[in-house]
Nanobody, 128 residues
Framework: QVQLVESGGGLVQAGGSLRLSCAASGRTFSRYAMGWFRQAPGKERDFVAA????????YYADSVKGRFTISRDNAKNTVYLQMNSLKPADTAVYYCAAHNSYQFYSGNYYDLASYNYWGQGTQVTVSS
């Protein structure tokens, strides 16, 4: 069982940057591949980025490629999302999630159903 807590959200102007953190507690955090998702009011929860347990592979939604970077430090039980060149369209609640395996198979990094644990979310608001 894993508990995930996101932090680092806030209000930022367009073009600015934020770094989100996801701290894990419980058992065996380091064995899980991890992902970030986001959800705006009235919209579906969308995939943002994912990373394998060993950090040998990363994946990004087309909308954030070149702007966001996912990373992790297993020794600190923490996964990060560095967000640069933020746009108003990035405004959403951002959720950290733990995948059900060490790595992804059949491109399932984008699939919400493949993640076993979810954090409570942190609000990111980008003003124009």
């Amino acid at each position: 069982q894993v508990q995930l807590v996101e932090s680092g959200g806030g209000l930022v102007q367009a073009g600015g940057s934020l770094r989100l953190s996801c701290a894990a507690s419980g058992r065996t955090f380091s064995r899980y591949a991890m992902g970030w998702f986001r959800q705006a009011p009235g919209k579906e929860r969308d995939f943002v980025a994912a990373i394998t347990w060993s950090s040998d592979s990363t994946y990004y939604a087309d909308s954030v490629k070149g702007r966001f970077t996912i990373s992790r430090d297993n020794a600190k039980n923490t996964v990060y999302l560095q967000m640069n060149s933020l746009k108003p369209a990035d405004t959403a609640v951002y959720y950290c999630a733990a995948h059900n395996s060490y790595q992804f198979y059949s491109g399932n990094y984008y699939d919400l159903a493949s993640y076993n644990y979810w954090g409570q979310g942190t609000q990111v608001t980008v003003s124009s």
